[in-house]
């Protein structure tokens, strides 16, 4: 089974910095991409950041030249650095891992979601 650990989360104010890191263990051949969710309470789950294995990277707008996704491929981990946070940041982060393939089962990838972590910025 592949499990994904997430860490970083917490209270910061507005302005002020936070590191998430999602690293994935288990038995793990190859993970497609890996990157960050969240969802705000009342709203639904969306997409923060993503990146590949080859480094291809796709940022929601409203985080764009403020967050930050990079990935250590070697070690199953990718991190996201977020800057200037806003209240309107504040949310539950959770990873994610697209198309994971096991040793035992090269043909197939599945999806795998971090059990999240609390993001909170106050004004």
């Known amino acids: 089974q592949v499990q994904l650990v997430e860490s970083g989360g917490g209270l910061v104010q507005a302005g002020g910095s936070l590191r998430l890191s999602c690293a994935a263990s288990?038995?793990?051949?190859?993970?497609?991409?890996m990157g960050w969710y969240r969802q705000a309470p009342g709203k639904q789950r969306e997409l923060v950041a993503t990146m590949t294995t080859g480094g291809s990277t796709n940022y929601a707008d409203s985080v764009k030249g403020r967050f930050t996704i990079s990935r250590d491929n070697a070690k199953n981990t990718v991190y996201l650095q977020m800057n200037s946070l806003k209240p309107e940041d504040t949310a539950v982060y959770y990873c994610?891992?697209?198309?994971?393939?096991?040793?035992?089962?090269?043909?197939?990838?599945?999806?795998?979601w971090g059990q999240g972590t609390q993001v909170t910025v106050s004004s």
């Open positions: 994610h891992a697209r198309d994971v393939v096991q040793p035992t089962t090269l043909w197939r990838g599945d999806d795998y």
């Open positions: 288990g038995s793990i051949f190859s993970i497609n991409a």
